[in-house]
């Protein structure tokens, strides 16, 4: 800690506990009723990243932004004289933005308080650094959104997933033990979502999770082949409810209700005008014969309707007499945002 004068004069004055405010972790700066500085602690070092004897005599308008100095000389001024508001404005903790000596701003709390010192203003700063505070608060206000969102998200496929399978069952009873299985393959897609933090889940691991149930010993009725994709939250959910109602379709009355019968699911990445796509396939064979349905079901609506909302995704959909052919075709930058 630094003061200026000569050793009785007031300058003095609010060094004499220099080694105490050397202690402290909040920067302490005095100055006289113009603003120039008269001390300036360690921790005030640290923060602006001048050396005392840089900055002593000079102003302290040199330790903010050049945006700010007009309005604290004001307020300094009338802070030093006693005289209206700004006396309680500058009398409790605000916040304030420094400038260090690189050129850097960071936002602070300043706290001055004044003395009258032999017939002399002093005025102390004491002054907090809290751009880790802020960062902190940023951090999290943006996760409280990001969980608002991704609830909201959630709650848009949950009630997509009742409305349509309440349409499409034909009791109480089954509506029940539908909805319950499907609601299990979207707990599955979280699970994947909370190994990859929360932010994002693996599609190749996706699909080997859902299909898992319906692998043989062997392992050779059910391939999944594709590279690293890495999914956002909703696109994983949307994703894992179409393997799941594509596998549970497959094992009623596909190619995984025989022995033999198999599923291959392929993936790539695709170019194309909009900025590249991916491309997933699905495709049955050694299943019983395949016929055109009649009526839509709950998973065909799902992967037609759902998946070209949600995700903006081409199906198509052919009914081959060896087996099911699903094509997906799906925006890349829909995969990873979580919209």
């Keep these: 800690m630094k003061s200026v004068g000569p050793p009785d004069s007031p300058g003095t004055k609010p060094a004499l506990n220099a080694e105490t405010l050397a202690l402290v972790a909040d920067a302490v700066i005095c100055t006289d009723a113009d603003g120039r500085i008269l001390t300036f602690n360690p921790a005030a070092e640290r923060s602006f990243g001048y050396s005392a004897s840089e900055v002593i005599g000079h102003s302290v308008h040199m330790l903010l932004p050049l945006r700010d100095r007009t309005d604290h000389h004001r307020h ?178 596909g190619a995984l209700s025989r022995v033999g019968g198999q599923v291959a699911v392929r993936f790539a990445f695709v170019d194309n005008e909009s900025g590249g796509a991916l491309g997933i396939h699905w495709r049955e064979e050694g299943g019983p014969p395949v016929e055109t349905p009649t009526r839509e079901g709950f998973g065909t609506r799902l992967i037609k309707h759902v998946a070209a909302m949600a995700l903006r995704a081409d199906v198509i959909m052919a009914y081959h007499p060896d087996g099911l052919y699903c094509q997906m075709t799906i925006p890349r930058k829909t995969l990873e945002v979580d919209q």
């Excluded at 997509?160 to 499907?182: G, K, Q, Y």
């Design 76 to 253: 300094l001024r009338g802070f030093a004289s006693g005289e209206g508001v700004t006396t309680r404005l500058m009398g409790r903790s605000r916040e304030v933005r420094g400038r260090r000596k690189n050129g850097e701003e960071f936002p602070s709390e300043a706290m001055v308080s004044r003395q009258t010192i032999d017939g002399r203003v002093i005025l102390t700063v004491v002054h907090r650094d809290i751009t880790e505070r802020k960062e902190l608060e940023e951090l999290r206000e943006a996760t409280s959104r990001e969980l608002e969102h991704r609830m909201r998200n959630q709650l848009s496929v949950v009630s997509s997933i009742v409305s349509i399978s309440a349409a499409s069952a034909s009791s109480v009873e089954e509506f029940r033990a539908v909805l319950a299985d499907r609601l299990t393959a979207l707990a599955a897609s979280q699970y994947i979502l909370r190994a990859g933090g929360g932010t994002s889940a693996d599609l190749g691991e996706l699909l080997r999770k859902e299909l898992a149930q319906y692998r043989t010993q062997q392992g050779t009725n059910v391939t999944v082949l594709g590279p690293p994709v890495s999914l956002g939250p909703k696109a994983a959910q949307i994703l894992a409810m179409i393997a799941h109602e594509l596998a549970t379709n497959s094992a009623k009355y």
